[in-house]
């Protein structure tokens, strides 16, 4: 046996962890008429408009225009046993902490996607 095998029976169930970041790319759209009524003191051009605009979008104050999801890129994984995984699972999941061990086995084993339709 090398160190990339292990027999499953000897080892306990261990869990195949993968992490992963979504990307999407995020449109805004402030008319530039908005943009002056919010700075009326100070003039208008291309170069301000800009630059009141990213800066009204890096302080979350527009709605998002549109938004087009570019993909997964994994940026690891590792392998637990029961007891790391579950120490993860709270840490990650502090809101349901208190869902016992069985419970928060049972939805870790629930890991397949379901493809819901609407309508």
């Not at 790391?84 to 016992?100: C, H, P, V």
């Amino acid at each position: 046996m090398t160190d990339n095998t292990f027999v499953l029976e000897e080892a306990g169930e261990r869990y195949v962890v993968v992490t992963a970041v979504s990307q999407f790319r995020q449109r805004y759209c402030i008319p530039m008429s908005e943009l002056q009524k919010s700075n009326p003191d100070k003039e208008l051009t291309v170069e301000t408009a800009r630059e009141w605009a990213m800066d009204t979008v890096t302080m979350e104050e527009a709605d998002e225009f549109s938004q087009k999801f570019l993909g997964e890129t994994i940026l690891d994984t590792m392998i637990l046993d029961e007891e790391r995984l579950l120490l993860l699972f709270d840490r990650d999941n502090d809101y349901l902490k208190e869902w016992t061990k069985e419970k928060k086995l049972e939805w870790i084993h629930d890991w397949k996607f379901k493809n819901v339709t609407l309508g």
